[in-house]
């Protein structure tokens, strides 16, 4: 298994970022996608998740209305749009997969790093 | 603020057993055996150590076990080795979300 984030930049408040993530070594379209993310120096907090079949979504009340989770299950890919974008959301992305046989996280990327700065 | 709670910060020596506690408020975490738990090495990517509340993924050490009673669960390290100086969080279903990880305990081997 493998999870390998990208889009990771420097942006100013306000401002907009799309993360994606490919995965490899599973099949994909079978499984439910988390982000979670982790501020310098903070402990983990979890983001979003999206369902195997792209219906069903959640998300932490600190990204609702401003960030998207998606995924195109033909490019094995998961995205993450956001918006509106504070000091708050300076953290390393994790893209990270759910188990298909119990509700934990199994794998996780490595992350990658989005600094929201004016 | 996280409805999970850990201690900041645990410690103990080579050989000793060190449990991490995780507190939870929501009726959710009581009633609902969903409960993690994850090692975090510094600079690294975290790896799950147990899934609800007491099973291992294949792979992991039989040094590390999980346990539940109430609103508090519990991870166990025995046998404490040197490598196992890392960042450790709990993650349950919390009831206001589907997932939620607790602040996170900072493990020493002195």
């Known amino acids: 298994v493998q999870l390998v984030e990208s889009g990771g930049f420097e942006v100013q408040p306000g401002g907009s970022l799309r993360l994606s993530c490919v995965a490899s070594?599973?099949?994909?379209?079978?499984?439910?996608m988390h982000w979670v993310r982790q501020a310098p120096g903070k402990g983990l907090e979890w983001i979003s998740l999206?369902?195997?079949?792209?219906?069903?979504?959640y998300y932490a009340d600190a990204v609702k209305g401003r960030f998207t989770i998606s995924r195109d299950n033909s490019k094995k890919s998961l995205f993450l749009q956001m918006n509106s974008l504070t000091t708050e959301d300076t953290a390393l992305y994790f893209c990270?997969?759910?188990?298909?046989?119990?509700?934990?996280?199994?794998?996780w990327g490595q992350g990658t790093p989005v600094t929201v700065s004016s | 603020q996280s409805a999970l709670t850990q201690p900041a910060s645990v410690s103990g020596s080579p050989g000793q057993s060190i449990t991490i506690s995780c507190t939870g408020t929501?009726?959710?975490?009581?009633?609902?055996?969903?409960v993690s738990w994850y090692q975090q090495l510094p600079g690294k990517a975290p790896k799950i150590l147990i899934y609800?509340?007491?099973k291992r993924p294949s792979g992991v050490s039989t040094r590390f076990s999980g346990s539940k009673s109430g609103n508090t669960a519990s991870l166990t390290i025995s046998g404490l080795q040197a490598e196992d100086e890392a960042e450790y969080y709990c993650?349950?279903?919390?009831?206001?979300?589907?997932?939620?990880f607790g602040g996170g305990t900072k493990l020493t081997v002195l």
């Open positions: 990270a997969k759910e188990s298909g046989s119990y509700n934990a996280i199994d794998y």
């Open positions: 070594g599973f099949t994909f379209d079978d499984y439910t």
């Open positions: 999206l369902s195997w079949d792209g219906v069903t979504t």
């Open positions: 929501s009726s959710d975490f009581v009633n609902y055996n969903i």
């Open positions: 609800e509340v007491t």
């Open positions: 993650c349950a279903y919390a009831g206001s979300s589907p997932m939620e």
